[in-house]
Nanobody
Framework: DVQLQAFGGGSVQAGGSLRLSCAGT????????IGWFRQAPGREREGVSC????????AYEDSVKGRFTISNDNANNTVYLLMHSLKPEDTAVYYC????????????????WGQGTLVTVSS
């Protein structure tokens, strides 16, 4: 089975940066997508970014465009989310997940999820 492990969260001040990592095992091909989602207290989970492992195409939620960068290292089955200019509203538990076919902000198409990693941004 596919397993994902997300790590790299922490506490930073507004304007700071963090890099999240999502390490995967059990992939049988490179034709999959990895998405990052986040869930803030009292809010629904939302899609943040997604990358295609094979062609490296990417997608971003509007509020993170220009601040977050998703990338992948296929040799190590790891996807990164580099977050700059962090804002207090970015505070959330961040999850990575795999989708077999397409990137989407709809979490229902993702079949494997990592545990969350908490990002806290103070003002």
């Amino acid at each position: 089975d596919v397993q994902l492990q997300a790590f790299g969260g922490g506490s930073v001040q507004a304007g700071g940066s963090l890099r999240l990592s999502c390490a995967g095992t059990g992939f049988t091909s490179d034709d999959y997508k990895i998405g990052w989602f986040r869930q803030a207290p009292g809010r629904e989970r939302e899609g943040v970014s997604c990358i295609s492992a094979r062609d490296k195409s990417t997608a971003y939620e509007d509020s993170v465009k220009g601040r977050f960068t998703i990338s992948n290292d296929n040799a190590n089955n790891t996807v990164y989310l580099l977050m700059h200019s962090l804002k207090p509203e970015d505070t959330a538990v961040y999850y990575c997940a795999r989708a077999p076919n397409v990137c989407s902000g709809y979490d229902g198409i993702y079949d494997y999820w990592g545990q969350g990693t908490l990002v806290t941004v103070s003002s």
